[in-house]
């Protein structure tokens, strides 16, 4: 398995945890007496997820697309602190 092909299955399988964590609010929601707070917590868990897969996405579009083509004049150092700021952003 390449590493391209290992970086997919990682995000196809953080697609599919937030997909069963929305399922789960969803039958939450959908019981008779739902507990807001606990309605709450799942969202907060599935807001991270996405937030942790966009910070990924957004990391591995820097690294494969703007450091590693040459097509942007972008350096390592400022690729990296990129990065950095992405990831303080959607913590």
Known sequence: ???V???KAKLLNRTKR???QMESVERKLGA???DCAEVLML???VRGGI???MAEVL???IRLHLLQDGHAP???DLGEDLIDLVRAYLK
């Open 1 to 3: 398995m390449s590493l």
């Open 5 to 7: 092909d290992r970086e």
């Open 18 to 20: 937030i997909r069963g």
């Open 32 to 34: 008779e007496d739902h």
């Open 43 to 45: 969202l907060a868990a």
């Open 51 to 53: 937030n942790g897969l």
């Open 59 to 61: 990391e591995d579009h």
């Open 74 to 76: 972008v350096t390592p």
